[in-house]
């Protein structure tokens, strides 16, 4: 036999097994998959700016190489060039014009630093210059490269044709350019030493605790930090598709990037624990959560043993002795809480109550429902028989024996309805139809062709059930209040499904006062006592209430104003109805 164990033992069970220790697992497997997430995250989002940033420097760079090309295009150094050679102009007057222009063109770009042009029949003598101090330019950067950097410089444009050349040294960074005449024979060469801190600042600023490796066309631009972070960079596959890798606690983040003339590489790298700090603190959650657990759990157990587990108890001693068949019984005790004092009161009464309610309430509204439901289908209006006997006693008077026999027969068809002698409620649309057309036979007689009757029914809604005698009320409602009174006009009789719903509708042609707006709202109101209304006014609030009633709330009767119809709606559930 299973031991069964008390709310108590229950509680410390469910805090330990059910809460305690899945929060833990939770809050572990959580850590780890944000840490995880995150990581991945932050690898991909500087994956992103990678890509960004190589793409800033790429346009930097790619301007500096346009703006060494305009020397090319324009020409205007070779035209002084071929002016002093011719010598139409002196050597100062084509300097003036070469330092100049250099000036205009290169002196105010952010990518370049300082710009050399030689000729190269005598580079050392003649040549002009310029600096940029805005981009880090000075004239010491001019000796330096006059002092260790031109001679190479001129041996790398010596193999170059026509094509742009890249050279570093000593952390100093030079695009190279030869300027040609017609017979593309090489003249002059064009230096530009390009302002690393502006073309490479996205790289260099990119993250704190990152290192930067970058190369242009395979020389080296930057190299960050110690040796120990590039072991093994060599290896790692460098594409035009910005990546990451993971070696270790390292991770390096790698692009190749072909700009116009050059390829740019670029190789990131940091420790994972210094680029992602705030990740790895993810691990102390769960010591972190235990700690804190500890002591809420017992001042839990505590808390929950006063003001939950006793009041409990008691409850559960005084609902043995209900089981008991003691229903008279009451609980006295301080329950301590609101809630349970509540619940307390509540236990007494309903103890106080319950063999009432089993033996006596439950069969009383049983019975009270199917009471109103009988006494509101039995209120049929007996004015309508008067009025049908006199036209009777009229057709009688005038000899008319078929007409006479018409009506006593449409008249047995409605006394049969009403008198409902196989007690059943509901019909089907198609009978309720018998009973209309027996009505509006009787009516017509008595209207004659001041009356037009039109129909508009579903063949599917014909099958549907409604309540007995539910659309003569209406019709007659129709007739007396919309066609009576202004000598003649047209009832319409329309039948559609929407959905679980039968819609049936009877639109006539009267025109609704503010006052009988006012009359029907009341009528129709579910707090109606029709007990204290004329026959006259009977119908309406009968229909509604059956509806009401027999489907709920959301059925009904409607009766409003549509443009120059008067439309009275009945709205009937037909979802559990046999189709």
């Known amino acids: 036999m299973t031991k069964v164990r008390s709310i108590r033992q229950r509680i410390v069970q469910m805090i330990l097994l059910y809460w305690a220790l899945p929060f833990i697992v939770l809050i572990s497997l959580l850590g780890w998959y944000m840490s995880r997430k995150e990581e991945s995250e932050g690898l991909s989002r500087l994956a992103e700016q990678l890509r960004m940033n190589n793409q800033i420097c790429i346009e930097r760079v790619d301007s500096a190489l346009r703006d060494s090309r305009q020397a090319t295009y324009d020409r205007t150094l070779y035209e002084y060039y071929s002016a002093y050679r011719k010598g139409t102009v002196s050597y100062t007057a084509t300097y003036n014009y070469g330092q100049g222009y250099l000036a205009r063109t290169y002196g105010k770009r952010k990518e370049i630093s300082s710009t050399v042009f030689m000729m190269l029949e005598e580079p050392e003598r003649l040549h002009m210059t310029n600096y940029n101090s805005q981009a880090g330019g000075s004239y010491r950067q001019l000796e330096t490269f006059w002092e260790e950097d031109m001679q190479e410089v001129l041996l790398l444009a010596a193999d170059l044709d026509t094509s742009i050349g890249v050279f570093e040294q000593k952390g100093r960074l030079y695009i190279v350019r030869n300027l040609l005449d017609g017979s593309y024979r090489p003249w002059g060469v064009l230096v530009h030493r390009l302002n690393k801190e502006y073309c490479f600042e996205p790289l260099l600023s990119f993250f704190d605790g990152i290192s930067a490796w970058i190369t242009l066309d395979g020389q080296t631009v930057v190299r960050q930090g110690d040796e120990e972070n590039w072991k093994g960079a060599d290896s790692l596959a460098v594409t035009s598709e910005a990546h990451f890798e993971k070696k270790g606690d390292s991770a390096y983040l790698c692009q190749l990037v072909k700009g116009s003339d050059f390829e740019l590489r670029t190789v990131l790298t ?183 009757i039109v129909k508009d029914l579903e063949e599917e809604t014909l099958s549907c059930k409604v309540p007995r005698l539910i659309m003569q009320p209406i019709i007659e409602n129709a007739v007396n ?75 009904g009767l409607t009766i409003a104003q549509e443009g120059d119809k008067v439309v009275s709606r009945m709205t009937i559930a037909v979802q559990n109805q046999t189709t």
């Not at 039948?495 to 029907?520: F, H, V």
């Open 270 to 452: 940091g420790k994972m624990r210094q680029l992602f700090r705030p990740i790895y603190s993810y691990q102390y959650l769960p010591v972190f959560t235990l700690l804190f657990l500890i002591p809420m759990i017992f001042l839990f157990l505590y808390l929950t043993g006063r003001y939950v587990t006793r009041p409990l108890t008691l409850m559960v001693d005084q609902a043995r002795k209900i089981e008991n068949g003691d229903l008279g019984v009451q609980l006295q005790e301080n329950m301590k809480t609101r809630e349970f004092e509540y619940l307390r009161d509540s236990f007494n009464h309903m103890s106080g109550t319950l063999k009432y309610q089993f033996d006596h309430i439950y069969e009383e509204e049983l019975a009270l429902r199917d009471a109103r439901i009988m006494a509101l289908q039995s209120n049929i209006n007996p004015h309508f028989m008067n009025n049908t006997l006199e036209i009777i006693n009229w057709e009688a008077r005038l000899g008319d024996n078929a007409k006479v026999s018409k009506m006593i027969e449409a008249l047995s068809i409605l006394m049969d309805a009403a008198m409902d002698r196989h007690k059943q409620p509901e019909v089907l649309l198609t009978e309720e139809m018998i009973y209309v057309n027996a009505y509006l036979y009787i009516t017509s007689e008595r209207l004659g062709r001041r009356l037009t």
């Open 481 to 555: 209040h919309g066609i009576v009174p202004r000598g003649r006009g047209t009832v319409e009789i329309i039948s559609r499904r929407e959905g679980d719903r039968l819609i049936l509708e009877i639109k006539n042609d009267g025109t609704m006062t503010e006052e009988d707006c006012r009359k029907i709202e009341k009528l129709l109101s579910p707090e109606y006592d029709t007990s204290r209304e004329s026959s006259l006014n009977l119908g309406i609030a009968n229909v509604n209430q059956r509806l009401r009633i027999l489907y709920g709330d959301a059925c």
